[in-house]
T-cell receptor, first 111, second 111 residues
Framework: KQEVTQIPAALSVPEGENLVLNCSFTDSAIYNLQWFRQDPGKGLTSLLLIQSSQREQTSGRLNASLDKSSGRSTLYIAASQPGDSATYLCAVIKGAQKLVFGQGTRLTINP | DVKVTQSSRYLVKRTGEKVFLECVQDMDHENMFWYRQDPGLGLRLIYFSYDVKMKEKGDIPEGYSVSREKKERFSLILESASTNQTSMYLC??????????FGSGTRLTVV
């Protein structure tokens, strides 16, 4: 059974810092990996999708990498801002197009 | 951008009521999904559908059913609502081998 782990569970940093969120998965036979952001009480917003043939994707201050052989993905956030405060979820897409989620990293950026 | 619309943002229902949660997507995605999200348990898949009139059980289908009569619409039905079905319900859609798009969620309270 595919398991997805996100470390750390919570992170608090001062504004302006660069930071890395980690995601690991047990089965490397995945199709895609997707990073989401969730604000309290809201739905999930897609940040980046990395397809299985890709190694990274970038959008603005965000960069996500994927290493299938080691079962790891990282989400890099540059020059963090208070508006980046949210829960970040990693999810892998395996068979049957189903997402398997990690438990998330709750990020707080302090002004 | 793909839009996934959930009909209600907040819903309060009584125990034993039949509850319908509606979800509509506007980008002709073949796959649609219903998840529930609870503190400490993360996101759990209830049901999903690959095509019109097709449905598959997810990880926690008990107490729920679904309907997909049109490609753009996927309904979640609570046959007889119970207090343990109080939760945040999230609908999502995807095109096979591409990323997911989620709706903004329905917070259901059963009293």
């Amino acid at each position: 059974k595919q398991e997805v782990t996100q470390i750390p569970a919570a992170l608090s940093v001062p504004e302006g810092e660069n930071l890395v969120l980690n995601c690991s998965f047990t089965d490397s036979a995945i199709y895609n990996l997707q990073w989401f952001r969730q604000d309290p009480g809201k739905g999930l917003t897609s940040l980046l999708l990395i397809q299985s043939s890709q190694r990274e994707q970038t959008s603005g201050r965000l960069n996500a990498s994927l290493d299938k052989s080691s079962g790891r993905s990282t989400l890099y956030i540059a020059a963090s801002q208070p508006g980046d405060s949210a829960t970040y979820l990693c999810a892998v897409i395996k068979g049957a197009q189903k997402l398997v989620f990690g438990q998330g990293t709750r990020l707080t950026i302090n002004p | 951008d793909v839009k996934v619309t959930q009909s209600s943002r907040y819903l309060v229902k009584r125990t034993g009521e039949k509850v319908f949660l509606e979800c509509v997507q506007d980008m002709d995605h073949e796959n649609m999904f219903w998840y529930r999200q609870d503190p400490g348990l993360g996101l759990r898949l209830i049901y999903f559908s690959y095509d019109v009139k097709m449905k598959e059980k997810g990880d926690i289908p008990e107490g729920y059913s679904v309907s997909r009569e049109k490609k753009e619409r996927f309904s979640l039905i609570l046959e007889s609502a119970s207090t343990n079905q109080t939760s945040m319900y999230l609908c999502a859609s995807s095109r096979t081998n591409y990323g997911y798009t989620f709706g903004s969620g329905t917070r259901l309270t059963v009293v």
